[in-house]
């Protein structure tokens, strides 16, 4: 276990450096791309890493989006697939606990953060970054979709669209930015400056993997 009461990662490097000091890669895929309008996330994955980018847990888990999963021709998530998995209020215990002091990081953030923002506890997401507008400044002139980015950058990128092989990738991407120089100390600082992390008093539940 870490010092955050978090499990490492199969085969990762136990860091030394405070898991209050580091990066959470994140990803969801869902239903459609308006929470407004009902969407929902079926699928959430997180990748811990400390400050220098090394991998210290992972964590992902099939949601319950109590509607129809929406484009299975692209994320692969059937309905048979998510009956039964927690809903999302059952997960947020796990998913903030991972979150609160370290910097959220996702490829088209925006999208991500779409559907966590109106989740209780979601004062937990701080400083963010975005690998999708963050590679034109490492990366040749191209796509900027993470398959595409991960292409340039040379990083394997199986199974994408599956929420924990694309944060992984993610991870990777950020770690290429991170080997040219990149660092972003004054969110780390800023991050790890932020409230302790508190359970939601809400019932949790085992996350379900895919």
Not at 55 to 73: K, N, Q, Y
Not at 141 to 146: S, V
Not at 178 to 202: F, H, N, V, Y
Request: glycine residues 8%; proline residues 7%.
């Amino acid at each position: 276990m870490t010092s955050s009461g978090l499990e490492p990662a199969r085969g990762a490097h136990v860091s030394t450096v405070s898991t209050r000091q580091g990066y959470v890669v994140v990803d969801v895929e869902t239903t459609g791309f308006s929470p407004s309008r009902g969407d929902r996330i079926c699928e959430i994955a997180l990748v811990s890493l400390d400050a220098r980018g090394e991998t210290v847990d992972e964590w992902h888990s099939l949601v319950d989006p109590r509607r129809p999963t929406g484009a299975v021709h692209v994320h692969g998530i059937t309905g048979a697939m998510v009956a039964g998995a927690p809903m999302i209020e059952e997960l947020l215990d796990e998913i903030w606990r991972r979150v609160a002091g370290r910097v959220l990081v996702a490829h088209n953030a925006s999208f991500d953060l779409r559907f966590l923002r109106p989740l209780p506890g979601s004062e937990w997401v701080s400083e963010t970054l975005c690998t999708q507008r963050l590679a034109p400044g490492f990366l040749p002139e191209g796509r900027w979709t993470l398959a595409a980015c991960c292409e340039r950058a040379e990083i394997p990128l199986t199974r994408a669209h599956a929420a924990l092989a694309d944060a992984r990738a993610t991870a990777d991407l950020l770690r290429f930015f991170m080997a040219c120089g990149a660092s972003w100390e004054d969110e780390l600082r800023k991050a790890a400056e932020t409230p302790e992390w508190r359970p939601s008093g809400l019932p949790q539940r085992h996350p379900r993997p895919r």
